[in-house]
């Protein structure tokens, strides 16, 4: 079975950074709030506060962006092996200005799918892509994998109507 990629969010990014961030400072806290002559009591308390405080709470928000992030990735991963196979048409492809790598913007395909029988269309999005695709693009339709519990998630498998891409340096 072929290796997907389901791509790290933003968010999942910033919990990868913050939790092991926030699990230095709050070791670094406990132990030198610990320590007996850091400046007194009242200073082993104030670095049990300070360093243990922020450690504590960088811990919690990066402990809940990662498992938003890895919540997200699971759902798609779900899609992918147990959903409902569509083909979407794809209406845009387009930078993503809010997040930068390397001073440049990822790209994001939009897709929309027309259920039959419905007047309702779904907009999904694709994982981000570090290259602009529109010139090797396969095909204008690409397969939408929904899930069958929540039609709300959706894996775009871009991957099926690009050729493999390799960057060279």
């Not at 389901?6 to 913050?18: A, D, P």
């Not at 930068?100 to 269309?121: A, F, K, M, Q």
Request: proline share 5%; charged share 20%.
């Amino acid at each position: 079975m072929e290796r997907k990629k389901f791509g790290w969010t933003s968010k999942g990014l910033v919990g990868l950074i913050f939790l092991p961030l926030g699990l230095i400072y709050l070791v670094l806290g406990v132990c030198l709030g610990h320590l007996p002559n850091v400046g007194g009591p009242a200073g082993s308390r104030l670095f049990l506060y300070i360093f243990g405080g922020l450690g504590l709470v960088f811990s919690v928000l990066g402990f809940l962006f990662l498992a938003s992030d890895l919540h997200r990735r699971a759902l798609l991963r779900r899609a992918w092996e147990s959903g409902n196979y569509v083909m979407a048409t794809i209406a845009d492809i387009s930078p993503r200005g809010n997040v930068r790598i390397n001073g440049r913007s990822p790209y994001v395909v939009e897709c929309h799918y027309t259920e039959p029988g419905r007047d309702l269309t779904h907009v999904y999005f694709s994982r981000y892509l570090y290259t602009d695709v529109r010139d090797l693009l396969k095909s204008d339709q690409v397969p939408v994998y929904i899930d069958r519990m929540n039609e709300d998630v959706g894996f775009v498998d871009i991957d099926a109507v690009l050729p493999e891409i390799r960057i060279h340096k």
